[in-house]
């Protein structure tokens, strides 16, 4: 690379080719939460949107998987 | 998960779109069939054997046949995506290019292929919101150079 990427890329400087992209339905995240609090926390304002798209009442608790020892989204 | 990986590809995708670069997105939510009692979702990296269509070795004897054709498509898919810059095939079901608008993903789900508007965009539209704040607000661009522009026009992009 002749620049950083960041500056690269702002500056026009990318391919433009066909993009191929995605995820997989369990990838990866870190999360450091240990309450539903601290969990929504970070998306502020936003919070009742968050709580209703990732723990909608009547949904079951929203809780760490057995997979995970803290909570993340 | 959603922060670090989902929201990001999504996102990715939308700005390759916005400035009418051809994008696909595909959401792979397929467990292999020995593993679904054990596994609520697609654990990161477990759709490569899939891709490659390596899941003979990669299942052994625990090797369903939805695994085999679910493998089969993917490969295909991916293939095709190389040769052409689209991966749409023949007979499979269609891959819409991804638009922000329709927010249409390839879903490689249990269930079988699926095109469909993400099924996560609510809470992914709360992470696009909390993330956008990292953002650069500026995004000066260059013209599409014609090479560039021949490119596109190879893979079948109009502009």
Known sequence: ?73 | MDHMMIEPARFVASVNASEAVPASEYRFSYVAGSLRSKLPGAPHATEIPFVFDTVSARYGKDLTPSDERTAQAMLSYWVTFAKTGDPSIGDSPAWPRYSPATDILMNFSADGLVAEADPWKARLDVIAVYVSGFAPTTSPKKPIDAMTAARLKMFGHVS
């Open chain 1, 1 to 73: 690379l002749l620049a950083d990427p960041e500056s690269f890329y702002l500056s026009g400087g990318g391919w433009y080719v066909p993009l191929f992209i995605g995820t997989n339905s369990l990838d990866l995240g870190f999360g450091f939460a240990q309450s539903k609090d601290a969990l929504f926390a970070p998306v502020g304002t936003d919070r009742s949107k968050a709580v209703a798209a990732y723990d909608p009442p009547g949904a079951g608790s929203c809780a760490p998987s057995s997979r995970q020892s803290r909570w993340t989204i």
